[in-house]
């Protein structure tokens, strides 16, 4: 193992791990917050997409450079977008996996312990981050893919302080997202403050929280009935809903950190631990911290619209961290320079990853590769209508579809790239961050709703109220006219009267 794990394999290494990962926990492109994100690239390479619905998607699309960038690369690459998401896809992994490893060799001088905490995070990619609804990274490209490896590499600049090079990434970071920046820097900040004053870091921290904490409060708007409604549907928004076990995700992780705090410069007599240590410290305040802010802002009920700030989200770069340190501790005195450890170790973590990710994506193929027809009906219905139906068409579904079995929370809008109305899954996430929308929203919702029970009139004043010409169903219905069908669903015009 200790030739193996030399530095000088970095790349191919990290190449393998990446395969490794793609195969283990898989390539969904098209779903879950794919149908908030790609549209708006869509909707720049094809501006005749989307005349309906946009502020669906734009609002999101406007606060971050995400659609432009991919827009631009598969323009410059003569890349059809399945093609350039995937290659992107692959390149966020690989960045993650480098980040790491740069920052492993801050936190451990052995090669073995640094490619043990790239290892587990490879590993652990798709692992739920407490109950914030978050992966440490989706099965599909996002923004936060892209911010997540960039905010690795800004905390890692900032311990080597390189601070120019940590800007970059933080700019970087921005452009991507425009909320997963604030929590790296927060961190760099923070180790910053705690290096420059040494003891006196505590009373400055705790003030900027006060005051932080004492400003946000006035700008608490009152939540109206139909934002109450898409809010009340994002529990992972509020601590309070938060089951024990997720909870319990917010204390371990702290409680691991003060551990490896405490523990970390009696490892060794030559203080090669030390920063170590000194991570570990400033991101045991970093949880407390932003736990503090969580409870402030979710548990008040005035506070309701400000929730969607999600302080929790932090947990996101502490994860990785503590991800990290873990594999870098075992691989230094658990499983050293025995191959047998390693597999005994990871060939049954990846094993249970991968369970996993079948368990969620059950009727779809475990990597989507870009060229290959989908497994999945809906998807195979998706693809149909962008094939076969007028661009300007609107279609209308039940507005719960992607929480249908078997549908795979697959994005009607993204893969499609035909207009909708509103659903009730992922456009009430919309919604919860952009409160303006919401009267739309409900309305649109409320028109579909119940969506089995729909009959030829309750089409006909889809159509007469909102211009719908096409629906997606799971059983053709009077008042349709439809015109492709498979084993899960049905394609229909709405008749006219």
Same mark, same amino acid.
């Given at each position: 193992?200790?030739?193996?794990?030399?530095?000088?394999?970095?790349?191919?290494?990290?190449?393998?791990?990446?395969?490794?990962?793609?195969?283990?926990?898989?390539?969904?492109?098209?779903?879950?917050?794919?149908?908030?994100?790609?549209?708006?690239?869509?909707?720049?390479?094809?501006?005749?997409?989307?005349?309906?619905?946009?502020?669906?998607?734009?609002?999101?699309?406007?606060?971050?450079?995400?659609?432009?960038?991919?827009?631009?690369?598969?323009?410059?690459?003569?890349?059809?977008?399945?093609?350039?998401?995937?290659?992107?896809?692959?390149?966020?992994?690989?960045?993650?996996?480098?980040?790491?490893?740069?920052?492993?060799?801050?936190?451990?001088?052995?090669?073995?312990?640094?490619?043990?905490?790239?290892?587990?995070?490879?590993?652990?990619?798709?692992?739920?981050?407490?109950?914030?609804?978050?992966?440490?990274?989706?099965?599909?490209?996002?923004?936060?893919?892209?911010?997540?490896?960039?905010?690795?590499?800004?905390?890692?600049?900032?311990?080597?302080?390189?601070?120019?090079?940590?800007?970059?990434?933080?700019?970087?970071?921005?452009?991507?997202?425009?909320?997963?920046?604030?929590?790296?820097?927060?961190?760099?900040?923070?180790?910053?403050?705690?290096?420059?004053?040494?003891?006196?870091?505590?009373?400055?921290?705790?003030?900027?929280?006060?005051?932080?904490?004492?400003?946000?409060?006035?700008?608490?708007?009152?939540?109206?009935?139909?934002?109450?409604?898409?809010?009340?549907?994002?529990?992972?928004?509020?601590?309070?809903?938060?089951?024990?076990?997720?909870?319990?995700?917010?204390?371990?992780?702290?409680?691991?950190?003060?551990?490896?705090?405490?523990?970390?410069?009696?490892?060794?007599?030559?203080?090669?631990?030390?920063?170590? =240590?000194?991570?570990? !410290?400033?991101?045991? /305040?970093?949880? #407390?911290?932003? +736990?503090?802010?969580? $409870?402030?802002?979710? %548990?008040?009920?005035?506070? =309701?619209?400000?929730? !969607?700030?999600?302080? /929790?989200?932090? #947990?996101?770069? +502490?994860?990785?961290? $503590?991800?990290?340190? %873990?594999?870098?501790?075992?691989?230094?005195?658990?499983?050293?320079?025995?191959?047998?450890?390693?597999?005994? +170790?990871?060939?049954? $973590?990846?094993?249970?990853?991968?369970?996993?990710?079948?368990?969620?994506?059950?009727?779809?193929?475990?990597?989507?590769?870009?060229?290959?027809?989908?497994?999945?009906?809906?998807?195979?219905?998706?693809?149909?209508?962008?094939?076969?139906?007028?661009?300007?068409?609107?279609?209308?579904?039940?507005?719960?579809?992607?929480?249908?079995?078997?549908?795979?929370?697959?994005?009607?809008?993204?893969?499609?790239?035909?207009?909708?109305?509103?659903?009730?899954?992922?456009?009430?996430?919309?919604?919860?961050?952009?409160?303006?929308?919401?009267?739309?929203?409900?309305?649109?919702?409320?028109?579909?709703?119940?969506?089995?029970?729909?009959?030829?009139?309750?089409?006909?004043?889809?159509?007469?109220?909102?211009?719908?010409?096409?629906?997606?169903?799971?059983?053709?219905?009077?008042?349709?006219?439809?015109?492709?069908?498979?084993?899960?669903?049905?394609?229909?015009?709405?008749?006219?009267?």
């Amino acid at each position: 193992m200790s030739q193996i794990s030399s530095a000088k394999y970095k790349v191919p290494l990290i190449l393998l791990l990446t395969v490794g990962a793609l195969l283990v926990h898989g390539y969904h492109p098209y779903a879950e917050d794919a149908e908030i994100y790609l549209p708006g690239v869509e909707k720049i390479l094809n501006s005749s997409l989307f005349p309906s619905g946009q502020e669906f998607f734009l609002s999101h699309a406007s606060m971050t450079i995400f659609p432009n960038l991919i827009a631009f690369s598969l323009h410059l690459m003569y890349l059809p977008m399945e093609y350039g998401l995937f290659l992107w896809y692959v390149a966020s992994i690989f960045l993650l996996l480098a980040a790491c490893w740069e920052l492993t060799g801050l936190l451990f001088s052995n090669a073995r312990a640094r490619w043990g905490g790239v290892c587990l995070v490879a590993a652990l990619l798709t692992i739920p981050v407490a109950g914030t609804a978050l992966y440490i990274m989706d099965q599909y490209l996002n923004p936060r893919n892209l911010a997540a490896f960039a905010g690795i590499f800004m905390v890692a600049r900032t311990l080597e302080k390189k601070y120019l090079r940590a800007f970059l990434w933080l700019a970087f970071a921005v452009g991507m997202h425009p909320l997963m920046w604030v929590f790296p820097f927060s961190f760099c900040v923070l180790f910053v403050v705690m290096e420059k004053f040494g003891a006196r870091w505590k009373s400055s921290a705790g003030a900027t929280l006060a005051s932080l904490l004492w400003l946000g409060m006035p700008l608490a708007p009152a939540a109206s009935t139909a934002y109450h409604e898409a809010a009340k549907q994002h529990g992972f928004h509020y601590i309070q809903n938060w089951q024990w076990y997720e909870l319990l995700g917010i204390v371990a992780p702290i409680a691991l950190f003060w551990w490896f705090g405490r523990n970390a410069r009696g490892w060794t007599a030559n203080g090669q631990f030390l920063m170590l =240590e000194r991570v570990s !410290r400033a991101f045991m /305040l970093y949880g #407390l911290i932003y +736990l503090a802010m969580a $409870l402030v802002l979710d %548990i008040p009920a005035r506070f =309701e619209a400000l929730a !969607r700030i999600q302080p /929790l989200r932090s #947990l996101h770069l +502490l994860y990785i961290v $503590l991800f990290v340190m %873990i594999g870098g501790f075992l691989g230094e005195y658990v499983l050293r320079d025995r191959i047998w450890r390693w597999l005994v +170790l990871f060939v049954p $973590l990846g094993i249970g990853m991968f369970m996993a990710q079948r368990s969620l994506f059950p009727a779809s193929a475990q990597v989507e590769w870009p060229g290959m027809a989908p497994k999945n009906p809906w998807e195979q219905a998706f693809v149909w209508v962008r094939q076969n139906t007028p661009v300007n068409a609107l279609f209308a579904l039940d507005p719960e579809y992607m929480r249908i079995h078997g549908e795979d929370e697959t994005g009607f809008r993204c893969l499609a790239e035909r207009s909708r109305l509103a659903d009730n899954v992922k456009d009430n996430g919309v919604v919860s961050m952009f409160p303006p929308l919401a009267e739309e929203w409900w309305a649109q919702v409320q028109a579909q709703t119940p969506w089995s029970n729909f009959r030829a009139e309750d089409f006909s004043r889809l159509k007469e109220k909102y211009g719908v010409s096409w629906v997606v169903v799971q059983q053709p219905a009077a008042g349709l006219d439809c015109v492709y069908g498979n084993s899960a669903v049905q394609v229909c015009r709405i008749l006219s009267e």
